[in-house]
């Protein structure tokens, strides 16, 4: 018996929200990778990076937010980064 274990960089990001982009509710951001890629959340209104995971709890309106997803593979670190997400007071997303 053979076992294959494929590893590959960091790829296909995307955010899945717990009942809709609004604040107080959870956005999970994913991604492939073998090994698994680690989470950041970044605020982009002032660049700083909020929490190391996939899940951003967003408590306020009026920011914008980002995540990065990053694995190492073979020596070499690979990145990818979320689309920009806008969260505003009047409609929840923006």
């Known amino acids: 018996m053979c076992l294959h274990v494929v590893t590959g ?3 296909n990001i995307w955010l899945d929200p717990d009942s809709g982009f609004s604040p107080g509710k959870v956005v999970t951001c994913k991604a492939n ?3 698994r890629p680690t989470f950041h959340w970044i605020r982009m209104t002032d660049n ?3 929490n190391v995971g996939a899940k951003l ?3 306020s309106a ?3 937010y980002i995540c990065t997803a990053t694995n190492t593979v073979k020596g070499r670190t690979y990145t990818v980064v979320s689309a920009e997400v806008n969260f505003n ?3 929840g997303i923006g």
Do not use: C, I, R
């Open 9 to 11: 960089p960091v790829s």
């Open 33 to 35: 990778g073998n090994p």
């Open 48 to 50: 700083v990076t909020l």
């Open 57 to 59: 709890d967003v408590k």
């Open 62 to 64: 009026n920011h914008s």
């Open 89 to 91: 007071a009047a409609t």
